[in-house]
């Protein structure tokens, strides 16, 4: 797999999954939401301000599923397209939090398309010999 975390946008039905590997959680958590927003814009601009995002779940799968809900609320409020992801993953007394931050780019700026939501079907996070992997179904 390599040290450098990366994603690959799959085909599946009508909506997209993404399948990312990454040596940490942090980097698994922001290949995922690379992935995401690839999903959504096949160019992506310079410029656009940083903004903070912190999500919590009781396992890694919810966690993920919270994060990228979070991110894609943020989307809709913020009136931008969250990307150059960056997270921290940290297990907590009662489950997992991430600490993350996107880029935001305004629409203006961006050809983006629409992903409705985070779907739960055939989520998974796990450990491998090498680090982590995660696959997601997005619902486009």
């Known amino acids: 797999m390599g040290s450098e ?9 009508a909506d997209v999954a ?19 927003t690839a999903a959504m ?3 992506l601009p310079d410029g656009g301000d940083r903004f903070d995002v912190t999500a919590r779940g009781e396992s890694l799968e919810a ?6 809900d979070e991110l894609i609320y943020q989307r809709d409020v ?5 990307a150059d992801h960056r997270a ?4 907590t007394g009662g489950g997992w939090r991430v ?14 398309r629409e992903v409705k939501a985070v779907t739960y079907s055939e989520m ?4 491998t010999d090498d680090g982590w992997r995660a696959y997601v179904v997005l619902d486009v």
Request: aromatic content about 8%; some cysteine.
């Open 5 to 13: 975390p990366r994603f690959s946008l799959e085909s599946h039905t």
């Open 63 to 68: 966690l993920l599923f919270e994060y990228l």
């Open 78 to 82: 913020r009136a931008v397209l969250p």
């Open 99 to 112: 600490d993350a931050s996107a880029r935001g780019l305004p629409f203006e700026t961006v050809d983006a």
């Open 41 to 43: 814009c096949d160019e």
């Open 18 to 36: 993404v399948a990312a590997t990454a040596p940490d959680l942090g980097s698994l958590f922001a290949a995922v939401a690379d992935g995401l």
């Open 124 to 127: 998974t996070v796990a450990r």
């Open 88 to 91: 921290i993953v940290e297990e």
